[in-house]
């Protein structure tokens, strides 16, 4: 188990370990120690748990931090926010572009209009998506550059 497509999910009501790319749980921990779901230190991270149990796990979200914007193969993530606070997320092939009209290259794939958006970016891997929002969590995933 690499840990490219791993998530660990931290809010107030513990913590969790999923896999990115099925959605299935790996780990859960109902009622961490407070400072455990905190992240730190200059990388914003978290004791990891599960598999990830002896590892510091970087997390993006509430307190900053940040997700891959690429892909190595080209896809791109972009958050605007045309009418702040409310954010959209951009996904395109084109290298972030937006050229031509929506639906071609370049996708709108989320308008946070009803939750604050946290974090939004790729897996190490570039296989998974991820969007966290203050209510949801969205996964969405590719197969191998590959395949």
């Known amino acids: 188990m690499s840990g490219d497509d791993l998530l660990m999910v931290v809010s107030s ?8 790319s099925t959605g299935a749980k790996i780990a859960r921990d109902r009622d961490p120690d407070r400072e455990l779901c905190e992240p730190s230190g200059a990388d ?5 748990l599960g ?4 590892v510091q796990v970087r997390i993006a979200g509430l307190f900053g931090g940040g997700l891959h914007s ?10 605007v926010a045309p009418e702040w606070p409310n954010h959209r997320v ?4 084109d ?3 937006h050229s031509g009209p929506p639906g071609g290259t370049w996708w709108h794939i989320l308008h946070s209009n009803y939750s604050e958006l946290r974090a939004a970016g790729f897996s190490p891997s570039g296989r998974t998506l991820v969007i966290a929002t203050s209510s949801d969590v969205t996964l969405m995933t590719r197969p191998d550059h590959g395949q």
Do not use: F, K, N
């Open 13 to 20: 009501q513990g913590r969790g370990l999923l896999d990115a």
């Open 44 to 48: 914003l991270s978290c004791p990891g």
């Open 51 to 54: 598999p990830l149990a002896d």
């Open 70 to 79: 690429t892909t190595e193969d080209g896809w791109t993530l972009d958050v």
């Open 90 to 93: 951009l996904l395109s092939t």
């Open 95 to 97: 290298g972030g572009l």
